[in-house]
């Protein structure tokens, strides 16, 4: 009876695994070697480096730069922080495979040298709770789809090239850091609970218009550098009247050069 209970228990372990003995599917792994791939512009000496190999597994071999559940055998953190990455983000390779996108919880590339844009698929990976992308060279408008990511609670897209106006952010009602200074968002600022957040700046950017009331939670460094935004924490004051709006901003900020 004893050796019938011991057999049940090993079954679940062993179905685990694949042919080559890895609890990370082939399909999973390959996908992960694709998207560094892409990072590293295609030099694959740097998967060989970080010990990232189709016949390896993430888990079990401690591939450099991911962090795993030990548990239920899933990849949760992709830890990629100043690796002089200066290829491009594929977030089709990643969250276009369900395993990964049921389980990865933090995408970290801060530091890198990474151009291009950021994918809309980003927004299929539900489960990201911090995308963090700061000091990088990627530019192009931010996905409306990010909107949708209701885990997110960190949001870093600093010191970027990053244009236009901004998604509305203002739907995901967790998002407790949002950082975007240093880039070239426009348009007006969403209206965010800012006592939700811990940390918040879109400083130096084209933004215009009036700050949502922030209520005391933030100062002005979270919104210097934009020469068309008013109010307070601001001492540029907002116009009065309607009609002038931005407009008389404008004037204001050429008559002062």
């Not at 071999?61 to 239920?72: A, P, R, T």
């Not at 969250?95 to 049921?102: L, T």
């Not at 990010?146 to 967790?174: C, E, H, Q, W």
């Not at 800012?194 to 215009?208: A, I, P, R, T």
């Amino acid at each position: 009876m004893k050796q019938t209970l011991v057999w049940v228990l090993m079954v679940p372990f062993f179905c685990l695994l694949d042919p080559t003995g890895s609890v990370i599917e082939a399909e999973v792994r390959s996908s992960l070697i694709s998207f560094l791939g892409n990072l590293s512009n295609g030099d694959t000496k740097l998967a060989t480096d970080l010990g990232w190999e189709q016949e390896s597994d993430p888990c079990i071999d401690s591939w450099n730069g991911i962090v795993c559940n030990v548990e239920n055998a899933s990849v949760t953190r992709l830890h990629l922080e100043r690796f002089n990455l200066s290829g491009s983000l594929d977030m089709g390779s990643l969250c276009n495979v369900p395993a990964i996108a049921n389980s990865l919880a933090r995408l970290i590339l801060n530091g890198n040298y990474l151009s291009g844009g950021l994918p809309a698929e980003i927004s299929v990976c539900r489960q990201l709770t911090h995308l963090q992308i700061g000091g990088n060279k990627f530019e192009g408008k931010l996905p409306d789809s990010l909107a949708s990511m209701d885990n997110l609670k960190a949001l870093n897209v600093s010191y970027n090239n990053f244009s236009g106006t901004l998604p509305n952010l203002s739907r995901i009602s967790g998002l407790q850091t949002f950082l975007a200074q240093e880039n070239q968002l426009s348009g007006k600022i969403p209206v965010f609970d800012f006592y939700n957040f811990d940390d918040f700046n879109v400083s130096f950017n084209n933004f215009s218009g009036r700050i949502p009331d922030v209520d005391g939670y933030f100062n002005s460094s979270s919104f210097m550098g934009n020469p068309l935004l008013c109010g307070n924490p601001l001492q540029n004051s907002c116009p009065r009247g309607k009609g002038k709006g931005i407009s008389a901003v404008l004037n204001k900020h050429n008559t002062s050069k």
